[in-house]
């Protein structure tokens, strides 16, 4: 079951980390906190399914943890 949680976070990644990161440069317009934000978005998602938690639609999960990410990272900045 660990194996199959971590193939399918592979896919994930490979399939969504472009994208992305390309909509968080666009929301943040600096190319190096939306590198760091991405990542962190999928440390968050990784830490979610070893809890146990199960992601059915990882695209939309993904997109939604990003989004917290950058209003948070907004809010620092204010």
Known sequence: MKH???ERFKEAF???ADE?????VL?????ERAHELTQECFLKAW??????????DMRP???RTLRNL???E?????
């Open 70 to 72: 950058i209003i948070d």
């Open 20 to 24: 992305l990161f390309r909509h968080a």
């Open 27 to 31: 929301r943040l317009s600096q190319r």
């Open 47 to 56: 830490q979610y399914v070893s809890r146990g938690e199960e992601i059915r």
């Open 4 to 6: 199959e949680a971590q």
């Open 14 to 16: 490979e399939a969504y």
């Open 74 to 78: 907004s809010r620092k900045t204010k």
């Open 61 to 63: 999960f993904l997109y």
